[in-house]
C-alpha cells in the first residue's frame, strides 16, 4: 500500500479524523504548555484553594476549571499533565518496540540457537507479574520521569517480540528473500530493505495500541505513589490529590479522569482505524 493511498483512506474515514484530531490537541498542548498555561502549575494560594469551576456558583473566569486543595490552578496543571503522561507514554513505547522489533527479527530471521535463547528470554519476561515488575523496579530505583520510561519500555517489549517472530518466520520463506539470498544479499540489507518495511504497519498498530496502555499504567502508578512525584504535574497525580476532595469538588478527580480517558479512547479507536486500512 503506497503512502498516498494510505492517507486517502485516512481522509476518507471521518471518525479516525477526529480521534487523531483529538490526538493532535493534546500534543500540542503538551508542547505549548508554557505558552497555553494561563498560570503556573507550581504556583500555590492557600486563600484561592478548591475553587469551583468557571460554570458552577462562585466560579471564577480567572481560574476556568477552579484550583485544588492547595490553590494551584487545574487547568494548567492538566495542560503540564498531558506533557509528562505524552512524554512517558512516547518514550516507553520507542524503547519496547525498538527492542521487541530488534528481538522478534533475529529471533525469526536467523532461527536455530539465537531463536531458542531469544524466545527463552521472552518466556522468562512474561513470567514475571507486570505490575509487581514494576513496582519492584520503582520501589528500588528513584521513580523519576526518565526512570519511569525506562522501566515501562523495558518491560512492555515481549509483544513486539512474538508479533514480529511470527511474521518474520513466514516472511523468510517467502520467494523474494530467497532470492535476495541467492544473489548474495547481505542479512542486514534484505531485513532493512525487505523485512522491515513489511513489518512496519503492525509495529505502528502496536505501538499505538501501548501508547494508550503506557498512559493508564503512567496514570495507575501515579496514583499509588511510586510514578510521578508531586508537585510535578501529571494526570494520575492529580487523581490522586484530588481523591480527598471528592465529596467537595468532585471536578477535581474527574477532570484528570476524563482526560487520561479521552486520549487512551483516541488512541484505541486509531489503532483499530488504522488495523482497517493495514489490513491487518
Not at 468557571?54 to 466560579?59: H, I, L, S, V
Not at 511510586?226 to 477532570?255: D, K, N
Request: hydrophobic residues 55%; charged residues 10%.
Amino acid at each position: 500500500m503506497t503512502f498516498r493511498l494510505t492517507m486517502e483512506k485516512i481522509r476518507d474515514n471521518l471518525f479516525l479524523s477526529v480521534c487523531m484530531v483529538i490526538l493532535l490537541a493534546f500534543i500540542i498542548s503538551a508542547i505549548f504548555a508554557p505558552f497555553l498555561s494561563p498560570h503556573s502549575p507550581y504556583d500555590t494560594d492557600i486563600y484561592r484553594r478548591l475553587l469551583p469551576p468557571f460554570w458552577e456558583a462562585n466560579g471564577s473566569t480567572q481560574y476556568l476549571l477552579g484550583t485544588d486543595g492547595l490553590g494551584r490552578d487545574v487547568l494548567s496543571r492538566l495542560i503540564y499533565g498531558a506533557r509528562i503522561s505524552l512524554t512517558v507514554g512516547m518514550g516507553a513505547v520507542l524503547i519496547s518496540a525498538f527492542l521487541g522489533t530488534f528481538i522478534g527479527l533475529c529471533a525469526g530471521f536467523f532461527g536455530g540457537v539465537i531463536d531458542q535463547i531469544l524466545m527463552r528470554l521472552t518466556d522468562i519476561q512474561l513470567g514475571f507479574p507486570f505490575f509487581m515488575f514494576t513496582i519492584v523496579l520503582l520501589t528500588v530505583l528513584e521513580p523519576s520521569l526518565l526512570t519511569i520510561i525506562i522501566v515501562l519500555g523495558v518491560s512492555l517489549w515481549v509483544s513486539y517480540a512474538r508479533v514480529i517472530r511470527a511474521m518474520v518466520l513466514s516472511l523468510r520463506t517467502q520467494e523474494f528473500v530467497l532470492a535476495a539470498k541467492v544473489l548474495g544479499a547481505s542479512s542486514f540489507r534484505i531485513i532493512r530493505k525487505y523485512l522491515l518495511p513489511l513489518i512496519f504497519s503492525q509495529v505502528l498498530v502496536l505501538a499505538t495500541l501501548q501508547f494508550a496502555d503506557v498512559i493508564l499504567i503512567e496514570g495507575s502508578l501515579s496514583f499509588l505513589g511510586i510514578g510521578i512525584q508531586p508537585p510535578t504535574p501529571s494526570w494520575g497525580t492529580m487523581l490522586m490529590e484530588g481523591r480527598p476532595y471528592f465529596s467537595v469538588q468532585g471536578s477535581l478527580a474527574l477532570l484528570p479522569g476524563i482526560a487520561m480517558l479521552v486520549s487512551v479512547l483516541a488512541l484505541a479507536r486509531i489503532a483499530d482505524s488504522l488495523r482497517g486500512i493495514f489490513g491487518i
